[in-house]
């Protein structure tokens, strides 16, 4: 099924954004929407290779044979790696790819704060949008704003030519919201392996062509994403363009919507929606990520612990994996309800991470167990019944009748055990941090954690 596609001056384009719907927001009578409008046309490999001048960028290669440019690589460059180059090299080496077989990705973040800071001093957020005002409004902003650093040839001057106004009337952030930016520069053939981001996206073509699937975030379990705490955690570990579903089972039940995405169209990414993007052809491709909002995680920890653990769980532990009716009532709710399926989710990957604590690797096997339902011959007083029935408590508090269910989602089909093989993987970009669900389970792991209030 194709992502709907509708003219950036609908008004249609609010309200998918409000509703976290994704939407290719397309030209209108071949004017391209508003936030990449400035640099269509303008934005070339030479016309970056001269504003960015000497700057030593981040350089994803990936070896002959590959096409995948994962976010980490294994040792050495053998299975690919971020190399240190200016533009410069990086369009020298794409022009010699053809005969070395390698891909290269050029990969810069860029802070857009400022830009946005007095975007909203010079506009009027209230009303629709129309076009008229918009593109009044956008030129004047363009002008004002690269005036001064025209001179420079920098790239602060052409971040200020985009169409930040536009975005800020779109996703109706007056309240400081500082987007973060990244442009990917690319020479086709490559792509960026299926991932969910914790932030809203608005992904602008520039030149060149992408396709883009997008999986919704209800099927996030059945795309294996790597186990928390792994450096690609959220990665799915299957290839999704070439899906071996003989090891990867649950992967037929997620369906794709797909996109094509040309210059002038915007993609509106909501966040935690899974997407993996490929570079149509082999010619230049360079597009823009603007990241925007929370991660939503204050919301989540607040709605988890607003919620009493239930005292006791009703539902009778069977042989869980064989009840299908119950797995489809859940995915009905699921299905019906996408803001419970992403907190659902959410509390899913808390849980393999407070498991991982307490049992090492073999989390996987131990929650794979649960749902197995082979915890009625644990010792009750171990810690492995107690942590068991902490757990199940607090999927019964959110979610009624539906924690057998819902450990069978998160670990049918080897989605957790066996699970993945060892990592072995050079971080290519540290995060430094234990990464998001670290952050949630130190802040939401004491109503799951071990300790002598356990419900009995
Ligand atoms: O365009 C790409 O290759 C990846 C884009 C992406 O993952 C993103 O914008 O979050």
């Not at 180059?85 to 802070?111: C, H, I």
């Not at 509390?347 to 049992?359: K, N, P, Q, T, Y």
């Not at 492995?384 to 269910?405: K, T, V």
Request: aromatic letters at 8%; glycine letters at 8%.
């Amino acid at each position: 099924m194709a992502v709907q596609r509708r003219c950036w001056d609908d008004p249609f384009v609010k309200e998918a954004v409000r509703s976290s719907t994704p939407l290719v927001i397309a030209p209108s009578l071949s004017t391209p929407c508003p936030l990449c409008r400035g640099a269509i046309g303008r934005w070339t490999f030479a016309h970056l290779a001269a504003v960015l001048g000497e700057r030593r960028l981040g350089v994803h290669v990936i070896p002959e044979g590959s096409a995948s440019f994962a976010r980490h690589y294994g040792p050495g460059l053998a299975r690919g790696g971020v190399l240190q180059m200016t533009f410069g090299e990086f369009v020298q080496r794409a022009r010699d790819a053809r005969a070395s077989g390698r891909k290269y990705y050029l990969q810069l973040p860029f802070e857009a704060a400022e830009v946005m800071r007095s975007m909203k001093a010079t506009q009027s957020m209230e009303g629709t949008y129309s076009t008229e005002a918009t593109q009044s409004m956008e030129a004047t902003q363009s002008t004002e704003a690269t005036q001064s650093m025209e001179a420079t040839h920098s790239m602060e001057a052409e971040v200020a030519r985009l169409g930040w106004s536009w975005l800020a009337e779109v996703y109706e952030c007056t309240d400081g919201t500082q987007p973060s930016c990244q442009l990917w520069a690319g020479h086709g053939g490559g792509s960026t392996p299926a991932h969910y981001d914790a932030l809203d996206n608005f992904l602008a073509m520039v030149s060149g062509t992408k396709r883009v699937w997008l999986y919704p975030p209800r099927h996030a379990f059945d795309l294996y994403p790597y186990p928390v705490g792994h450096p690609m955690d959220n990665f799915a570990q299957p290839d999704l363009e070439r899906p071996d579903l003989e090891r990867f089972p649950a992967l037929a039940h997620a369906k794709a919507l797909e996109a094509t995405l040309q210059p002038g169209d915007v993609l509106w990414l909501p966040k935690y929606w899974w997407h993996l993007v490929h570079q149509v052809g082999t010619g230049e491709n360079l597009s823009l990520s603007v990241w925007l909002g929370d991660k939503g995680n204050a919301a989540f920890m607040q709605e988890v612990r607003s919620i009493p653990l239930a005292a006791s769980v009703h539902a009778p532990i069977h042989d869980l994996f064989a009840a299908p009716a119950e797995d489809r009532a859940l995915e009905s709710l699921l299905d019906a309800e996408p803001a419970k399926a992403l907190v659902a989710f959410k509390l899913g990957r808390l849980i393999e991470s407070v498991a991982a604590r307490h049992c090492g690797t073999a989390s996987g096997e131990f929650l794979t167990e649960l749902a197995e339902g082979v915890e009625s011959r644990w010792d009750p007083s171990s810690n492995a019944a107690i942590l068991a029935r902490r757990i199940r408590c607090q999927i019964e508090a959110f979610l009624p009748g539906h924690s057998n269910a819902f450990l069978r989602l998160m670990t049918r089909d080897g989605r957790l055990h066996p699970g993945p093989p060892a990592v072995e993987f050079v971080i290519s970009s540290d995060r430094g941090d234990r990464g998001e669900w670290g952050m949630l389970e130190s802040e939401c792991g004491p109503n799951l954690a071990l300790s002598s209030e356990a419900p009995e």
